[in-house]
């Protein structure tokens, strides 16, 4: 008896866990802070974490085929010098500034799979491998600078370009819609974790995804075409993280360098957050955007009440590793069950 309510409520608690979180801790900032609840600290919340989810659809992607990208946080970092350096040094056109680094992304993607696929090198030491060739790469390209309007180049000239407000308002601009203002990046947050859910949900290739990284032997027997399968999530997870790198560069108005260094780790601790909701007990977009949204009302709530930085780390890594334990725990009892 005993032990069929702890499996109940170990249940609950994998099926309702982050939500039933989430609005704890929503709950604590708002009692303990004036301003938390306000319309203007939600609009932050959800702005600062459309970068993170982008990124975080990415893994996604890649964890659903039964792999893991670790290489997304690079590719932000040298999306967003490329994209920034494509409007300083080089006075490049919008679409050009847009265009180019989603082609880096998918090509980083397609390096990843390329090693993973064709010569079978596991998941993590392949894209571990190209994290760290693209951080030298991203750190090549720029001499170690950041890239900023009008900045001194090295041979003593000043960059001919600087960031355009078209491009800004990507990351800058808001929408109106009657007396609140909806900032753009969150808007396109939305549409991407809506289109994510229904093409994964929906159309004949997400479930083909969701299979292959649920038994890759039955998904080839079936006629599924696997290795294609596991390339194109890979390339979407690097478009995803460009798309990361390019509204980083807009946000900020500058090319940082390592600007994706700490997105990675949200990123996956979002991703994992996301496999308890509902009791999913595997990656879906859904799920990684609620996981994003805890991790971003944490850092804000935690920022507002004037906690050290450095302080912040432990509670997203203590958050993810309960979340961990009691996915993993269910989806055991369920096996063995």
Known sequence: METSYRDKLLQFAFRYGAIIVILGVFAFFAIKLEYFFSGSNIADILRSISIVTFVAIGVTFSLIVDGFDLSV?????????????????????????????????????????????????????ATLAVMYIVAGIHKTYTKGYSIYNNMQMTDGTKAPGVMSNAFLTIGQGEFYVGNFTVPIPVILMLLAVAAAHIFLAYTRFGRQMYMTGGNEEAARLSGIKVKRVRTWAYVLSGICAAVGGILFASRVGTGQIDAGAPLLMEAVAAVFVGFSVFGAGKPNVLGTFIGSVLIGVLVNGLTMMNLQYYTHDIIKGTVLILALAVTFYVVKKRRAA
């Open 73 to 125: 946080g690079s590719t932000v970092s040298l999306t967003t010098v490329v994209t920034a350096s494509l409007m300083v040094w080089y006075e490049m056109p919008l679409f050009i500034v847009i265009i180019i680094p989603l082609l880096i992304g998918a090509c980083v993607g397609l390096i990843n799979s390329f090693f993973i696929v064709r010569f079978k090198i596991p998941d993590l030491l």
